[in-house]
């Protein structure tokens, strides 16, 4: 059974640096597309970040946030520097069963994470 475990989340003052993980079990993804998305209360989840055969980004995040993937350890992780408070959010890993394209798509990825709150104060 494949799980993909978040971690890394919490509280932060705008300006500072967080670092997430998402480790996944149960099969490995290293020639599968993965991201990152993000919700935030009373909003749909949208796509930040993805990794595949490229990167690609939401807008709001280039330059600030780097999504990067350590295949030895099947993990995916997303660094995040220059926080903000419109950050603030639940942030959620995803896997793609096949296809290596890291799609923006939330309906393109087959496996997802139960999440890692980031809080990002003012």
């Known amino acids: 059974q494949v799980h993909l475990v978040e971690s890394g989340g919490g509280l932060v003052q705008a300006g500072d640096s967080l670092r997430l993980s998402c480790a996944a079990s149960?099969?490995?993804?290293?020639?599968?597309?993965m991201a990152w998305f993000r919700q935030a209360p009373g909003k749909e989840r949208t796509f930040v970040a993805g990794?595949?055969?490229?990167?690609n980004y939401a807008a709001f995040v280039k330059g600030r946030f780097t999504i990067s993937r350590d295949n030895a350890k099947n993990t995916v992780y997303l660094q995040m520097n220059s926080l903000k408070p419109e950050d603030t959010a639940v942030y959620y890993c995803?896997?793609?069963?096949?296809?290596?394209?890291?799609?923006?798509?939330?309906?393109?990825?087959?496996?997802w994470g139960q999440g890692t709150q980031v809080t990002v104060s003012s």
């Open positions: 990794v595949g055969d490229w990167t």
């Open positions: 995803a896997a793609r069963s096949k296809y290596y394209r890291p799609s923006s798509e939330r309906e393109d990825y087959d496996y």
């Open positions: 149960g099969r490995t993804f290293s020639r599968n597309g």
